[in-house]
């Protein structure tokens, strides 16, 4: 099925795990990317991965820090440059943030993690809507988390950064619900990324495969997700599949949410 023959998208985090893997399934479907991320050596690898399991795709890099709003306008020029239009737009860059009890979470570290996880998010929503806008058409899913719906202790910054994900997900599909645009959110539960890795070992720096152990016992589905499974909810969102869904945030978490 080649859902997106034709279309850009533009994927941030585009060297991550989940971002990585979404690349690699909407390539492809026939997307032409546009990759951004803070790290240039992740964009080249992950070039290269799209294009040995997608030899026909056209992948553009842009290096950038998604909470810089002159690199944000950077990459929607380059991609305008090199496609035309912005069709899809997976707004997915993130930091899991430190993890500390109330009282030694500090406020530069809360705002460091609202910085890139959330201002982060509303520059791309920004900066792509007044392009979609000018097309009327397009659909945008943004990275949220379980924890943009439930809270958990100590990771502050995190919680409430996406929190605020799923707000202007919502604020945003009520905006552009009339301009031919939809605006979803994904909120994924535990993935096997770098950065659950780097969580894991937070949580239990002697023992990561332990407090690995531990947090899938709490899974109704025994497991941590895979990059690919959060891929394949992205595409749909993206699709025309998804055309009359707007304002949704779309849990892709083995059932942890419902419990
Ligand atoms: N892995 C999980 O369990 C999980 C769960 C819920 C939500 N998420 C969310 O999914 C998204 C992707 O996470 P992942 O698991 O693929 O993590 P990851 O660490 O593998 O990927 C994140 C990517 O974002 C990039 N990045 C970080 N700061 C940036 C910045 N300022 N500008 C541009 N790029 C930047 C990193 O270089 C990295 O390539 C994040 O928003 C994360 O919060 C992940």
Not at 238 to 258: K, P
Request: aromatic share 6%; net charge negative; hydrophobic share 40%.
């Amino acid at each position: 099925m080649k859902r997106f023959e034709g279309k850009a998208v533009v994927i941030t985090g585009g060297a991550g795990g989940i971002g990585l893997s979404t690349a690699l399934r909407l390539a492809s479907e026939g997307a032409k990317l546009t990759l951004v991320d803070i790290s240039e050596d992740g964009l080249a690898t992950a070039k290269q991965q799209v294009l040995e399991s997608s030899p026909q795709a056209e992948v553009l890099t842009y290096a950038a820090d998604v909470s810089n709003e002159e690199h944000v306008k950077g990459y929607v020029s380059a991609t305008l440059e090199a496609y035309g239009s912005i069709d899809g737009f997976f707004n997915n860059a993130g930091i899991d943030g430190k993890r500390f009890p109330m009282d030694d979470y500090t406020a530069e570290e809360f705002e460091r993690v609202m910085k890139i996880n959330s201002t982060g998010v509303f520059l791309g929503l920004k900066h792509v809507l007044a392009q979609m806008e000018k097309q009327g058409s397009g659909a945008v899913v943004n990275t949220a988390s379980i924890g943009g719906l439930r809270g958990w202790s100590s990771q502050y910054g995190y919680i409430a950064s996406k929190h605020a994900v799923v707000g202007m997900t919502q604020a945003a599909a009520v905006e552009f619900a009339a301009k031919g645009i939809q605006v979803n959110a994904v909120a994924p539960g535990g993935i096997k990324t770098p950065m659950a890795a780097e969580a894991m070992a937070k949580l239990n720096p002697e023992d990561p495969a332990a407090a690995e152990r531990q947090f899938t016992a709490r899974v109704p589905a025994k497991r941590m997700g895979t990059p690919e499974e959060i891929a394949g909810a992205v595409a749909f969102l993206l699709s025309e599949d998804a055309g009359f869904i707007n304002g949704h945030v779309l849990l892709v978490d083995g059932g942890q949410t419902c419990q």
